[in-house]
């Protein structure tokens, strides 16, 4: 429950929300049950870049005589450069977090890290380890950290090294010196420095912070690209709350327009200035073009409710239903 309670406090971008833990019969036997938060539309970083047999076309064991293939170059389809240093500043800022909180993640994996949309990284099923190997005996469950956030960090290194190899065979054993090849010929010494650090075995307790100088001014990419996609997002949000105003203004006049009859008055909706809100709504939705065809133009409409909503001076006729009298007004009597 210690360890619960400490991952529903892990509140990251790049991890997805432990809330609850709990047991269940629901399903016919004893289940124990972990809920996350939900976020539509993403699929694993093993299907969207690790689907592919092909790829794996390269680590594959060749028959006795057979000379191994060319290595494969960027444009025959490994990732861009930029794309995985935009993994690597999630994956390690999600790490950071996890470890500074005295926890490990103990599932950085292709199959258990979510992507959202075109780059936006979610590690998923955190703490589900901690809960499944935990041991009653032990005065300190938080004593095995250390170890975990080690392992954490050299599962960061095999993530990053399938990713340059485009491949999850260039992480097994007999292939690391073909896959440290492979990215020593397309990727930068920075890159394939990060890789060696994180998956060479030290003998002090390595951070995820050390790698922060190899990541360099790359962070500022992501810090900008971050801010501009917030950007886009603020506009996007803008229109859409213009467009609550204008229905909550929509809302007032269906309450009021037409109204069979209010205060024993079946009259009330057409006198007064409920009378002059009727022929507005006239106006905004039930014009005629010189033909006498119905004129729809949702500018018209838009223009028309932002001026009523401001209240401007700006005057506007509004012609009875039977076109005998004209009534001028401002938006702001209105």
């Known amino acids: 429950p210690v360890l619960v309670d400490m991952w529903k406090k892990i509140q990251h971008s790049n991890t997805v929300t432990l809330r609850e833990v709990f047991t269940t019969k629901a399903f016919g036997e004893h289940s ?88 936006r990284l ?11 190997t935990f041991d009653n005996s032990q005065n300190n469950p938080l004593s095995m950290m250390p170890q975990y956030q080690q392992a954490d960090l ?44 994180l998956l060479t075995d030290q003998n002090r307790l390595r951070s995820v912070n050390d790698i922060m100088p190899m990541i360099g001014a790359r962070f500022y990419t992501q810090l900008d690209a971050a801010q501009m996609r917030n950007d886009v997002i603020e506009d996007d949000l803008m229109k859409e709350v213009q467009n609550g105003r204008l229905f909550r203004l929509l809302a007032k006049l269906g309450t009021i327009n037409e109204r069979p009859e209010f205060q024993k ?22 014009q005629l073009t010189e033909a006498g065809t119905p004129w729809i ?21 509004l012609v009875s239903r039977d076109e005998k009298s004209v009534l001028v007004v401002t938006y702001g009597d209105l």
Request: with cysteine; charged share 20%; proline share 4%.
């Open 154 to 197: 050299i599962s960061l290194g095999k993530v990053v090294l399938a990713l340059a190899c485009n491949s999850v065979a260039g992480i097994q054993r007999e292939n690391l010196q073909k896959a440290m090849e492979l990215v020593s010929l397309n990727y930068s010494s920075d890159l394939k420095n990060l890789i060696l650090y």
């Open 122 to 132: 979610r590690v998923n099923c955190v703490g589900i380890f901690d809960v499944l």
């Open 32 to 119: 124990l049950v972990f809920a996350y938060d939900f976020h539509a539309g993403s699929e694993t970083m093993m299907s969207r870049h690790f689907n592919d047999p092909s790829a794996d076309a390269y680590f594959t064991k060749r028959k006795w005589g057979q000379h191994d293939g060319p290595l494969p170059r960027q444009h025959a389809g490994l990732l861009p450069e930029s794309l995985i240093w935009a993994y690597i500043v999630q994956l390690s800022s999600a790490l950071r977090t996890i470890h500074t909180a005295g926890l490990a993640c103990r599932v950085m994996d292709p199959t258990k890290i979510l992507i959202t949309g075109k780059t």
């Open 265 to 286: 008055d079946p009259t009330w909706s057409e006198t007064g200035d409920r009378y002059l809100l009727k022929l507005f709504r006239d106006h905004l939705f039930h």
């Open 297 to 317: 133009d949702l500018s018209h409409i838009v223009s028309c409710l932002n001026k009523l909503d401001a209240g401007v001076p700006e005057k506007i006729s």
